[in-house]
């Protein structure tokens, strides 16, 4: 059983910066591709990223050029930092390990 917790979440004005953090129970990142969702109020959870565990990375269109993905495999850890963000980027958002393992989802909210 794998948990993954985020993190880091919380309230900022447009054009700010959050990153947030996904902890991982086990070594993970050789198996499972890590991916960052989100899902709005009233939306669908959609994919913004993902990082295979060959690293390779890929993006929504919604957030390219504005969100990077990373990892850190010695701490088990994924990070999304988020910079210029909108209105539009507040959601949930959650990391899930492969799409078989989903943590709790940390809340983001941007308005000024």
């Known amino acids: 059983q794998v948990q993954l917790v985020e993190s880091g979440g919380g309230l900022v004005q447009p054009g700010g910066s959050l990153r947030l953090s996904c902890v991982a129970s086990?070594?993970?990142?050789?198996?499972?591709?890590m991916g960052w969702y989100r899902q709005a109020p009233g939306k669908q959870r959609e994919l913004i990223g993902a990082?295979?565990?060959?690293?390779?990375?890929n993006y929504a269109e919604s957030v390219k050029g504005r969100f990077t993905i990373s990892r850190d495999n010695a701490k088990n850890t994924v990070y999304l930092q988020m910079n210029s963000l909108k209105p539009e980027d507040t959601a949930v958002y959650y990391c899930?390990?492969?799409?078989?393992?989903w943590g709790q989802g940390t809340q983001v909210t941007v308005s000024s």
């Open positions: 990082i295979s565990s060959g690293g390779t990375i």
């Open positions: 086990t070594r993970v990142f050789s198996i499972y591709a």
């Open positions: 899930s390990a492969g799409t078989r393992y």
